[in-house]
């Protein structure tokens, strides 16, 4: 009997020995950094993952081995794993890295849309991008119907928010121009709230018009009230715009980088210069400082305005104070 309870005594001492040493190497486990080399890896975790499948690419990649730690590990602390692309910097330990899988610390990329832009041109940042997922055919009109409640519209100009998108490897073109839209009917919801009272305006599809001639016309975010101002006041008098960019616009790809007097005096639907009133669609992607410069112009007389050689404009009450700026410019030129 004596023997025995030895025996037993032998065997839990051994048991307790085995265990405690087993927490150790667990602990140690937890504590140790994965072999990452160099000082970040790009790890892609495709939906549908498991946590073993999960332990089986860390081991393909040379950064973790398989074994029971992994499989405690995940059993007592159980977590759902997010898909996407993640950093995995220098340091990281086991424990971390499933903390980052579940948090959906995944890798944010940017793509930018400028504020000026065509449709064209967004089209063609989108279609560029490597890392977007491409479901669209940009260049066929019928795609607007799929990406928002553009039906029918033939001139997407001005209906796309141009600012710096987020997003995460697997998104789609689709789900930038869909938030690019959202955004802009937001602002321009937000422009059209907070307008003037005294606008020759009567839509907000007319303020989003008239925003894109402003983004067109100026850079500088201190002249887009005053620019504003010009138009606004030419419409209230009933004077043509007579605005270069919505003549180019309508030129399409006959523009070749000049405009002549002849195409001044060729008329379009876009032609500012032989018609009055706004021209029929947005030219360009107008930011928001365009859309609120549009819903509340600086007051003032200035009818005219040309540029000054410097980047900015030279703004004028009369014709002849107009003539005198342009002579001006065209000496320095």
Known sequence: MKKTLWLLALVSLLLAASAWLGWKQYEDFLQTPLDIPGEELVFLLEPGTSGLEIVEQLERLGVSRPGWEWRLLMRLEPHVYRAGEYRLEAGITPRQLLSKFSGGEVIQYRVTLVEGWTFSQFAATLAGNPVLRHELDLEDPGTWDSVSNLVGVEHPEGWFLPETYQFTRGDTDRDILLRAHEAMQQALDEAWISRDDDLPIDSPYELLILASIIEKETALDEERRQVAGVFT??????????????????????????????DLQTDTAYNTYTRHGLPPTPIAMPGRKSLLAAASPAPGDALFFVADGTGGHTFSATLDAHQRAVKKLTERN
């Open 233 to 262: 006041r030419r419409l209230q008098k009933g004077m043509r715009l007579q605005t270069d960019p919505t003549v180019i616009y309508g030129m399409g790809e006959a523009f070749d980088g000049d405009i002549r007097r002849r």
